[in-house]
């Protein structure tokens, strides 16, 4: 059975929205149907964090709250879910506690990019850690520009508000707003629109598959965090999409003692804590991916089929030997994630198949793991060269290695000539180490471009090699790594 129309939470009820076209924004719906304008457009690509809102969402029994960029959010993506705006803050007459503090902290001045910073602080207030630190306000304020104020008063904002028990109307009515979600959660697959032009979410994977095979020439989304920029930066005329978000276990994290199972739409966000626990690099990374906002809403799945060789999980995935599971119809097959990868944004994806899951081992006890981001801006920013490193150790000696980088070619890829360099070299004698950093040559010829120049990004591999080497031999990572040294001085402050 379908339904016409999409159905979310807004201000203690159910809302419903039909025949809107396919490529509709949130932020489009709000500014110019329901004429919620302080949701603002700034960047258009859910960079600035101007135009950010709230998603609630059930999970364990619990009302979540997640920041996303309304800009580049499909109308569509918040069914099911509790649309929180910043007019729907203050109640009673009185500001809500994170707008208190930011007019006690004086955290706004020409007030253009308030309203997103006043939201991500209230994601904060219900979800952030307690008790909070300056660090973890600040990683939470990463994906929202202030060109004016500077952000030493909005994270004095957020220390001040965020750091207690939430007491807010919105914690007093949870019991009240989990159950008008669960209500809404009726497992119905949603179509709106025609066969020629249509946003569509199926309910489960059979539904998913049956439609994508009869319409391959649809344009899946997840996250929509690349895809929206195909709509609001490059204008493309997409007719037919497809949103995976409410395909019945494709969200599911299986973790096993050697593997994580980890469904296409599992999220950023979701899958952090469980990354980091199988190395903390991968945990830093995870932490850089992006913004709050784009963590909440980017997907595994939709960061792997998109192909990009930018893109930070897939040469991390390679480097830990991951197969990718995808699916066509019925019929399912597997295989290794660097034979995914053919050419720029071309993958081995048959016209109506789809990703399904991405299986990533973890590591022995005589396996070491590096990986490094290397980009302009420390926070929020695309890699200019993403390192990654699995050396298989017989004692102190390398027996194997698996070496991949993202941002030297036009797809995510190993280094096999540095990974041959690499078998037989001791950590204990770094004059033998020079044949593997030479051998990055030999892997990648990579491209000039507006993030790095070529020389700039081989130069850049070449020093990630004696980088991982040096980490893995001494065992010791602070002495290298700038937040290692931050947390250093923080402790002898």
């Not at 469980?274 to 992006?290: N, T, V, W």
């Not at 480097?319 to 071309?346: C, H, K, N, S, V």
């Amino acid at each position: 059975m379908r339904r016409a129309a999409i159905r979310f939470w807004r201000n203690g009820q159910a809302v419903e929205v039909s025949g809107f076209h396919p490529r509709t924004t949130l932020l489009d719906y709000l500014r110019l149907q329901e004429r919620r304008v302080g949701t603002k457009e700034g960047c258009a690509e859910g960079d600035c964090g101007a135009c950010t809102v709230a998603l609630g969402r059930l999970r364990g029994g619990r009302v979540h709250y997640e920041p996303v960029n309304a800009c580049i959010l499909l109308l569509g993506q918040v069914d099911g879910a509790e649309l929180v705006t910043v007019e729907d803050l203050a109640a009673n007459g009185e500001l809500h506690p994170v707008q208190t503090a930011m007019v006690a902290s004086h955290g706004s001045q020409c007030g253009f990019c308030t309203p997103g910073i006043v939201m991500s602080l209230f994601t904060l207030y219900h979800e952030g850690e307690r008790p909070l630190t300056r660090e973890s306000a600040n990683d939470a304020l990463a994906g929202n520009l202030c060109r004016c104020t500077g952000y030493r008063p909005i994270v004095d904002a957020a220390l001040q508000a965020c750091g207690g028990q939430a007491g807010d109307p919105f914690s007093a009515r949870s019991d009240q707003t989990a159950r008008g979600l669960m209500d809404l959660a009726d497992g119905r697959d949603v179509f709106i629109g025609s066969e020629a032009c249509f946003f569509a979410a199926p309910a489960s994977e059979a539904s998913l598959a049956a439609l994508y095979a009869q319409h391959p020439d649809a344009t899946l989304v997840a996250g929509c965090t690349d895809v929206g920029l195909w709509i609001t930066k490059a204008m493309m005329e997409i007719e037919k999409i497809i949103w995976l978000g409410r395909v019945a276990g494709l969200d599911v994290i299986e973790d096993s003692s050697d593997a994580l199972g980890i469904g296409a739409t599992v999220t950023h966000a979701a899958i952090h804590p469980a990354l980091a626990r199988i190395d903390p690099d991968l945990g830093e990374i995870m932490r850089r991916f992006g913004s709050l906002q784009v963590r909440a809403s980017g997907t595994v799945g939709g960061s792997i089929a998109n192909g990009s060789p930018i893109g930070d999980l897939a040469p991390v995935f390679i480097a830990l030997g991951a197969e990718l599971e995808l699916r066509r119809g019925e019929a399912t097959r597997t295989l290794p994630l660097e034979d995914f990868f053919i050419a720029y944004r071309r993958q081995d994806r048959l016209p109506g198949e789809f990703v399904r899951r991405v299986s990533v081992p973890k590591l022995n006890g005589h396996e070491a793991f590096r990986a490094y981001k290397i980009s302009k801006r420390f926070d929020e920013d695309i890699s200019s060269v993403l390192g990654a490193f699995k050396l298989i150790l017989d004692g102190r000696r390398i027996a194997e290695a698996r070496v991949a980088f993202g941002g030297m070619a036009g797809t995510p890829k190993r280094a096999a000539e540095t990974e041959r360099a690499l078998a037989g070299v001791s950590l204990d004698e770094p004059e033998t180490w020079g044949e593997a950093m030479a051998a990055i040559a030999r892997d990648y010829q990579p491209l000039d471009d507006h993030r790095a120049s070529s020389a700039y990004r081989s130069t850049v591999a070449r020093n990630l090699v004696f980088k991982a080497l040096s980490e893995t031999a001494s065992g010791d990572t602070r002495a290298t790594r700038i937040v290692g040294g931050r947390e250093a001085l923080q402790a002898a402050e």
